[in-house]
T-cell receptor
Framework: GQNIDQPTEMTATEGAIVQINCTYQ??????LFWYQQHAGEAPTFLSY????GLEEKGRFSSFLSRSKGYSYLLLKELQMKDSASYLC?????????????FGSGTRLQVQP | GAGVSQTPSNKVTEKGKYVELRCDPI?????LYWYRQSLGQGPEFLIY????????DSGLPNDRFFAVRPEGSVSTLKIQRTERGDSAVYLC???????????????FGAGSRLTVL
């Protein structure tokens, strides 16, 4: 099976930087995804990591360390619209579940 | 279509009733997934289809839940004898293929909110 942990809630200030951590345990790891979900809306894809290192996309970056089972999502120059839940999800090649397994999400509140 | 379409957006039903939730995936996407999301939780996997067949239904909670995709496009999630614990948002997603090459990103619909009274 797979186990994914991320903080339940975080608060940050507009214009600042915030790092949302995700740890996972899985066999047959084959990719880690970050999704953003505004209240009452569909999750939308932010980033994908399959190799170790940092992937940068505008204000958002995502890091992966496969040996540590660890990822983080870095949001820079925070804006009020970044207030949302951020979901970490893992894909695995093991004989169990092959679709994405999601963590419970981190609810980020951006304050003025 | 341009995105994943789900109907109805809201469904209120009484305990014991039968409900159907429909998903119309992005045109050409061969993989389709159903997830369930409760308040404050991440999406919980239910079932996925590769083409017409259910490739993995291990997430369906019990035999009251069933899903079909007869022509490899539109899918219907069927819930019999609904219970209050079935209340949740049911999300559908599709991707170009099910595979392990590249990101093969899941695109989600807005969901069907089911309330069982």
């Amino acid at each position: 099976g797979q186990n994914i942990d991320q903080p339940t809630e975080m608060t940050a200030t507009e214009g600042a930087i915030v790092q949302i951590n995700c740890t996972y345990q899985t066999s047959g790891f084959n990719g880690l995804f970050w999704y953003q979900q505004h209240a009452g809306e569909a999750p939308t894809f932010l980033s994908y990591n399959v190799l170790d290192g940092l992937e940068e996309k505008g204000r958002f970056s995502s890091f992966l360390s496969r040996s540590k089972g660890y990822s983080y999502l870095l949001l820079k120059e925070l804006q009020m619209k970044d207030s949302a839940s951020y979901l970490c999800a893992v894909r695995a090649m093991d004989t169990g579940r092959r679709a994405l397994t999601f963590g419970s999400g981190t609810r980020l509140q951006v304050q003025p | 279509g341009a995105g994943v379409s789900q109907t109805p957006s809201n469904k209120v039903t009484e305990k014991g009733k039968y409900v159907e939730l429909r998903c119309d995936p992005i045109s050409g996407h061969t993989a389709l997934y159903w997830y369930r999301q409760s308040l404050g939780q991440g999406p919980e996997f239910l079932i996925y289809f590769q083409g017409t067949g259910a490739a993995d239904d291990s997430g369906l909670p019990n035999d009251r839940f069933f899903a079909v995709r007869p022509e490899g496009s539109v899918s219907t999630l069927k819930i019999q004898r609904t219970e209050r614990g079935d209340s949740a948002v049911y999300l559908c997603a599709s991707s170009p293929q099910f595979g392990f090459s590249g990101a093969n990103v899941l695109t989600f619909g807005a969901g069907s909110r089911l309330t069982v009274l």
